[in-house]
């Protein structure tokens, strides 16, 4: 199926952008484990330091889960983290830390920690509502988006073959803004990255999820690979790279990440066809966006 990808390389100043978006965007991500918002990272960075945006992140999870990961992290932080008893106990702190750290390098301003189980990889999304306390999460999640009133909601694509955390995490956000006002609801936004060059994902919904259905051929993109600085010796591959160095008693989303990366957005069907303009807006303005 083919895609529209909008993406706009229009040049503005800084100062024009704003003006030209006449608000601040405000940003929520909705993630199950610490450094999944990696995923985001660059887009993230330009709303909140280009933009003078607000972005805040609900976590489901402290990702003790990610203990057979930690092996390297055992050197710096002294302990056996990679042994379950031990990573399952230190983990949600350090992770925690490590998660404000990079939150600190694309300007993340509230944490909303759910401290959900990371009991063990599994695709299984009904086994992961059974364990999780999924009418609290959907209570006080709602509570958060209504408070705050967001533009925006980012979350990570909920296709077959994700991690079930993931796709629960993003079932709740969904079933969070649904439960709204449809006057007062952000719009929401799944994501995932491809490589440069690649076609990225064929996704309409995930099975037997019909909230998860997103508007047919529409996606909203930034390239990280965008070259800036002098002589066009940077790109925004950097910023991912530093977020990702925080998390330092993990090995796998530094893999993950390797190689140019395109940061893809979808339009979740329950959005209605009233937010395609500002978010249409919005990504122009993030493609346009400069560092000084």
Known sequence: ????????????????????????????LVTAHPDDDALFSVTVWKTTKLLGGIVDLALMTNGEGGYK???LGNYVYGKELDQEETG?????????????????VVGIRNYFFFDQQDFYYTQ?????????????????????????????????????GNHGHHNVAT?????????MDPDNRPIALPSW???????????EMLEGYPITKV???????????????????????IITNWVIAEHKSQGTMQLLMQGGRVEQYWYAEINGTDGLDKTRQFFEVINAAQPD
Do not use: C, H
Request: no cysteine; proline share 5%.
């Open 215 to 237: 508007l047919p051929n529409v996606i909203f993109e930034f390239d990280r690979n965008q070259k800036f600085g002098f002589d066009d010796r940077l790109d925004y591959n």
């Open 88 to 104: 399952r106990d230190y983990l949600p702190g350090i992770r925690k830390k490590e998660l404000m750290a990079g939150g600190d």
């Open 171 to 179: 079932i709740m956000a969904l079933q969070a803004i649904e439960s």
């Open 1 to 28: 199926m083919k895609k529209l990808f909008l993406l706009f390389l229009v040049s503005y100043s800084v100062q024009g952008i704003s003006q030209e978006l006449d608000y601040q965007p405000k940003i929520l």
């Open 69 to 71: 990961y930690s092996t």
């Open 193 to 203: 990255n491809k490589r440069e060059g690649q076609e990225g994902l064929d996704f």
């Open 124 to 160: 299984d999304v009904e086994e992961t509502l059974e364990k999780w306390d999924t009418p609290p999460i959907l209570e006080r999640l709602t509570s958060i988006i209504e408070k705050e009133k967001y533009d925006f909601v980012f979350m990570m694509l909920p296709f077959n």
